[in-house]
């Protein structure tokens, strides 16, 4: 007779299964911030991705895929409550096949947002805003705006919500890899490459913060920067960006003094994807 404190192999064989079961989960493709030096935040301060697309797989892969995400987050939130989950979500191809499946995913109360690749450069952004996280391009662009003075560019970066300590890490950091230049009398300034691309990127959340949908159906396009992100049809007409820009960045007057340097940053944009022109 088999002693009570050892299973039988039945009793054994369901135990190891329900291992399994629980070990059946979905690892995160991206956790940010990652290993980033001075960072010190507690892991409820991180965004956990996971990336959903569709390969022509049957529907039972992703309800599957749908169970492991909840287990994983379930385990995520014991160690961190505060963790954010964010998706990276497929196009056309998981929205038309797997609808059903993306729009429970959406749904859960865990889910904080979800982003796409044409409109990462915004709502990923924003996630790492929302936690505090200070980007060097978020800096790049409080120098702009205030022609390099630093303590006008610490006074716009407290102003948005970052604390001192950040401010300070990513100041340090964006100086050890040259990304800005301190000049004389605690002035800053940006490398020509790095201006570039944040003037760029500047005038798309020009877009993103002061553009609008458009009134009525009947309402004419043309002439119009579109942004993804914020449902159908959101965008500003290309003389209103070019003015809101300069009133918020004076210092941008002088490399907008070339016209074709404005259809350039266009240019980019929509080449980039990042917003379409009509």
């Not at 409550?81 to 096949?97: H, I, K, L, M």
């Not at 913060?209 to 942004?227: D, E, F, H, I, T």
Request: hydrophobic fraction near 35%.
């Amino acid at each position: 007779m088999i002693p009570s404190s050892t299973p039988t192999p039945a009793v054994a064989e369901t135990a190891a299964s329900k291992q399994r079961k629980i070990a059946k989960q979905r690892g995160y493709d991206f956790v940010l911030p990652y290993q980033t030096p001075n960072w010190t935040a507690n892991w409820g301060q991180r965004i956990f991705i996971q990336c959903q697309f569709y390969a022509g797989d049957s529907g039972s892969v992703s309800h599957k895929s749908l169970d492991q995400t909840k287990a994983s987050r379930q385990y995520v939130l014991s160690l961190a409550p505060d963790a954010r989950f964010v998706e990276y979500v497929d196009g056309a191809g998981y929205f038309s096949a797997l609808n059903g499946d993306l729009k429970k995913l959406l749904e859960m109360s865990t889910t904080s947002s979800f982003f796409q690749v044409r409109s990462a450069a915004i709502r990923l952004r924003r996630e790492l805003q929302h936690l505090g996280f200070l980007m060097p391009l978020e800096l790049e662009h409080a120098i702009i705006r205030c022609h390099g003075d630093r303590a006008k560019a610490e006074s716009y970066l407290t102003s948005d919500g970052y604390s001192q300590p950040e401010i300070n890490r990513c100041f340090h950091d964006c100086i050890q890899r040259a990304l800005i230049k301190v000049e004389d009398n605690d002035r800053l300034s940006l490398t020509p490459e790095r201006r570039i691309v944040a003037r760029r990127y500047f005038m798309l959340d020009v877009v993103a913060q002061c553009g609008k949908s458009p009134s009525s159906a009947s309402q004419r396009l043309g002439g119009y920067l579109m942004v993804p992100g914020y449902g159908p049809f959101y965008g500003m007409k290309l003389n209103e960006i070019v003015s809101e820009a300069l009133g918020l960045a004076p210092s941008l007057r002088e490399d907008w003094s070339n016209p074709e340097t404005i259809t350039g940053d266009i240019s980019w944009l929509c080449d980039e994807g990042l917003v379409i022109s009509c």
